[in-house]
């Protein structure tokens, strides 16, 4: 890839598999599953927490899609930049999406084999049952389309804001 600058970049890697068209049924279900999970909660906390996964789970390609989603939904560069950094940076955000992107780390990384319950009893002060069952669906969906994508090599770039939703 090169520039009017004549930058040169390095070449794209090489997608490994091509799931849909290997495994439709199942990706097929995974949409179906990542739509349901959507309902009821809030588009950009949604995005935020759908980036926060992404970038533990080193995910390129699903970085890039969520975070031009975000955008498109209306949220800001300065938040999402400063996601990767949101323990130092909590006055970004509201004390639900503090809550959101904690319970999203704890799902998502698993160190110590369980939700610690000081995590969950946060997100259950600022999620009613309801929302708080949909959140922690979306964080299971999108923490399996990070694995998909990442074992498969997706190919991060070419996404356009709202391709898939």
């Known amino acids: 890839m090169s ?87 909590r006055h970004f955000y509201t004390e639900k999406e503090l809550a959101a992107i904690e319970l999203t780390e704890a799902v998502t990384v698993l160190t110590d084999g369980f939700v610690p319950d000081e995590v969950y009893e946060r997100a259950a002060k600022q999620f009613g049952e309801g929302e708080l069952a949909q959140l922690i669906v979306a964080i299971a969906v999108i923490n399996t389309w990070n694995r998909f994508a990442v074992t498969t090599r997706m190919v991060p770039g070419h996404y356009q804001a709202g391709q898939h939703g």
């Open 3 to 89: 520039t009017e600058n004549s930058v040169e970049y390095a070449p794209e890697h090489i997608p490994r598999l091509a799931l849909p068209e290997h495994a439709p049924e199942a990706y097929k279900a995974m949409v179906r599953l990542d739509a349901a999970a959507r309902r009821g909660l809030d588009a950009r906390l949604l995005e935020l927490v759908k980036i926060r996964a992404s970038q533990l789970n080193h995910c390129a390609f699903c970085l890039d899609m969520h975070t031009k989603d975000a955008l498109a939904a209306g949220e800001s560069v300065e938040r999402i930049v400063q996601l990767s950094a949101w323990e130092e940076s």
